[in-house]
């Protein structure tokens, strides 16, 4: 049997950076999944950098993005977001350096037509961000949470005949 064309498969994007501290969470959660599903799906590690997440939707099906969140709730709280049927405050990931961030880019997406089919948001609210730090207990423990549920749906995709 052939594998599926890369834009057919399921893509997922750890977003986040790695040398501070609870903003690798995404991150964490793409190693996670692409440990456990090579070739089912393609995982990438990005930036957060608006023009290149739109880049990383152009063509593809199911979007899976992973960032951490900085609004105030407590560390560790998970959000999910189906951003084709919400909208995604720029509030939501207000921790980013980037202008043109995740938010933008997803509601830049949506103005020419261009998210993908669906596109699933996950937010870890993180609490340090401090350059050198690692991942807080209750980041690590809701990137698990994270990456088993992503894991899941992955497998309702191909279960479905979607991936």
């Known amino acids: ?83 084709r049927s919400r909208s995604l405050s720029s509030g939501f990931f207000r921790y980013s350096t980037h202008a043109f961030g995740v938010a933008e880019a997803v509601e830049l997406a949506r103005s020419l037509d261009e998210l993908p089919r669906t596109l699933l948001i996950y937010g870890i609210e993180g609490s340090s961000y401090e350059s050198g730090s690692g991942l807080s207990d209750e980041v690590r423990a809701a990137a698990g949470r994270v990456a088993e549920a992503v894991l899941k749906f992955l497998g309702s995709l191909a279960g479905a005949g979607h991936a």
């Open 1 to 83: 049997m052939n594998a599926p064309a890369p834009e057919s498969r399921p893509l997922v994007i750890g977003v986040g950076n790695e040398t501070r501290g609870d903003d690798a969470a995404g991150l964490t959660v793409a190693r996670t999944v692409r440990s456990a599903c090579a070739g089912v799906c393609d995982v990438v590690e990005a930036s957060g950098e608006g023009t290149e997440l739109l880049e990383l939707f152009k063509g593809r099906k199911n979007v899976i993005l992973v960032d951490a969140t900085r609004s105030g709730a407590p560390a560790g709280t998970v959000r999910a977001i189906y951003a």
